[in-house]
């Protein structure tokens, strides 16, 4: 019996050795799986954000859009659109041959801003608004170190309107701007080509009315200007007699 009793918890002991063994191994398949997802969503992320946003060139721009608070998205208003997911801005623009033009509709009210020039506050040409119920304001800014300050000389805001949409809870920041400033001082660049990238930066307190308060979302990313269409020549033999 005692030898009997022992092979039994010999077997016993293998049984479970073999069960951990499998529990291991089935562990580790899970552990890896999970990773493997971790790693495809944060690649996927990291790719959706290396998109680099591109501003389209059309001379007839000043014909299409309408700065009045409101983006007409079915009549394609804008040639093109971005969509932040970090701030929940959307920036509709577009540019002509002296002009850009930008609108930024997020939900909410309180305030949103772009910066063109630079990855970071610093040196960057802000334009910064806001909505409430009592009044709408719209300021263009330079950044100094971890701040901002409302930018000197001539206004070069060309036109700009802010509205809110009480049934889509959405507040529309709508402006044009030179596509040359090279009267401020201060910015990372002077102006914009066309064909050239460039670093922008976007944030978000929907909060707040104050342009001294901190934002509540941020972020930074890097656009290009599309190349203008190459003229079509005339053709030669409408010259020919």
């Not at 022992?6 to 073999?18: A, G, H, P, W």
């Not at 960057?124 to 263009?140: A, H, P, R, V």
């Not at 529309?172 to 050239?196: C, D, H, M, R, S």
Request: glycine share 6%; hydrophobic share 35%; net charge negative.
């Amino acid at each position: 019996m005692p030898v009997i009793q022992l092979d039994l918890n010999f077997k016993t002991i293998k049984m479970y050795e073999r069960r951990n063994a499998m529990d291991r191994k089935n562990f580790k398949t899970v552990l890896f799986v999970i990773l493997t997802l971790i790693i495809s969503l944060a690649t996927a992320q990291e790719k959706g954000k290396a998109q680099t946003p591109i501003i389209p060139y059309d001379p007839e721009l000043e014909d299409w859009v309408s700065v009045d608070g409101f983006v007409d998205v079915e009549s394609q208003e804008y040639p093109n659109s971005f969509f932040d997911p970090i701030t929940g801005i959307t920036i509709h623009w577009g540019y002509d041959d002296s002009l850009l033009y930008i609108a930024l509709s997020a939900k909410g009210m309180g305030w949103m801003a772009i910066g063109l020039g630079s990855p970071k506050m610093d040196k960057s040409n802000i334009f910064i608004g806001y909505y409430t119920d009592d009044s709408t304001n719209l300021e263009n800014h330079i950044g100094v170190g971890w701040s901002h300050k409302p930018a000197g000389g001539a206004n070069l805001l060309e036109d700009w309107e802010i509205d809110y949409d009480d049934e889509t809870d959405e507040m529309v920041i709508e402006f044009t701007y030179p596509l040359n400033w090279a009267g401020l001082k201060g910015t990372a660049i002077t102006e914009l080509k066309p064909g050239q990238s460039y670093s922008l930066i976007l944030a978000r307190n929907p909060k707040s009315s104050s342009f001294k308060a901190k934002h509540a979302k941020k972020s930074s990313y890097t656009f290009a200007l599309a190349p203008k269409p190459e003229p079509v020549p005339e053709d030669s033999t409408k010259n020919k007699k």
